[in-house]
């Protein structure tokens, strides 16, 4: 693996896959009496958010504190960010207490990358969220449970399984860490919504588009709904909240047409009633619950691969 | 640099029916020193001490008539070399259901050289539970402990050089199938 988790492009078929049997071993530690490996013991992480996110840091936080790592917790809200402090100090001060990681999530797309590559930092990048970009745990952590679900017993893994992932396209950064990354692990994405929801340019992702959901969710192994992030809009993207559950959310209805062994995902924060509908949510294909545990063995293995090993062998 | 290399492909010291052999009185021994199979869990190290331990657990079976639980143990990140190296792909650890809490549990590996990979299983064993007692069975024991650590069930003592490597092929994980445990020279450093 490289040194950084900037994208989820920067994975070759086989650094994902070691994410996902590492994340595999990882998982079983939930259940013994103590939760906790000494892999990462004596390193710190720092978590560097500038957007609000609950799941995210918590996640990374478990992860880093299961591994034996040192955690710092640093949000721009009430820090030096909030008195005009620009990236760069910010990352010098890390610097300065010696961060061995920095997991950042920031609003502006781009800013992981330019933490890790202006040599302000000596420490491994991993890019937890920025702007409407990436955020390839997010990605590794669904295609784990995917792979839970649709891949472990089968040769092949997911090569071949095909995925839809719904709704605001256009804003979400998960949306495009998975389809890069289920595209080198071999699966079929079809991204699905509303014309003005798809980025421009969405024809070079190498996915499939439609956007006439009620066609293409038979045909699918694993759902993947997407929260419309009306924090982002302004103007109109569709005409009605209520228009556009009726195109393109997940109802009861919608789920009777799904193969038997078909999944829902959904990265959450969820909105119910808006993108899918409780009975959904909370029935048993339903995996929501589920990918938030996968979410810790997930990030710890990539915290493990990143920082558990040599820094000499980490050529970029 | 040795004096004398060996020949790459090495010389067989022991071949399938030695190692079957070995693995039957190390078998006996266990239920001699523990009067019985009652609270033993067998946990291999990744890899070859959980086949190892498979073959153990059913030779005690046919013996005694009493299924003993199998578990492996991944000590990757209990290693004191994790850092000297690129990050490791980690192996299974599988407890059994009954867990070690109490029990006598019995490592099982396939060569005792420094001790280290030992030490690093005591300590993975820590995080696990709180074993009554914890015996150490290996195929080879060849020499060179860098540690106070000793072996309660041994295959085979193999004295070698330093500059020799020993390598244990079984059945269950290499593609020609075949059992065999042979010196070979150093190429390079390796574990």
Redesign the interface.
Known sequence: ?KRHLLSAADLTRDDAE?VL??AA??R?LAD???K????LRGRTVVNLFFEDSTRTRISFEAAAKR?SADVINFAAKGSSVSKGESLKDTALTLEAMGADAVVIRHGASGAPHRLANSGWVRSSVVNAGDGTHEHPTQALLDAFTLWRHLGEERKGGLEGRRVAIVGDILHSRVARSNALLLKTLGVDVTLVGPPTLLPVGVESWGVETSYDLDAVIPKVDAVMMLRVQRERMQGGFFPTPREYSRRYGLDGRRMATLQDHTIVMHPGPMVRGMEITADVADSDRSVIVEQVTNGVAVRMAVL???????ES??TE | MPAAPLAPEGRTVLDARDIGRALTRISHEILERNKGAGDLVLLGIPRRGVPLAHRIASRISTVEDVEVPVGSL?IT??RDD??????????????PPGGIDGKVVVLVDDVLFSGRTIRAAL?ALN???RPRAVQLAVLVDRGHRELPIRADFVGKNLPTSLSERVSVRLADLEEDGIDAVSIEAKLEVTE
């Open positions: 693996m070691l049997e590492t071993e990882l079983s013994r009496p103590i906790k490996l000494p892999a591994l493990y691969l990143l920082l558990g090993g040599s062998e980490s | 991944d990140m209990y994790l850092r000297l190296k690129p990050a490791r792909a980690l192996l299974p650890t599988e407890i300590d995080d696990v539970g």
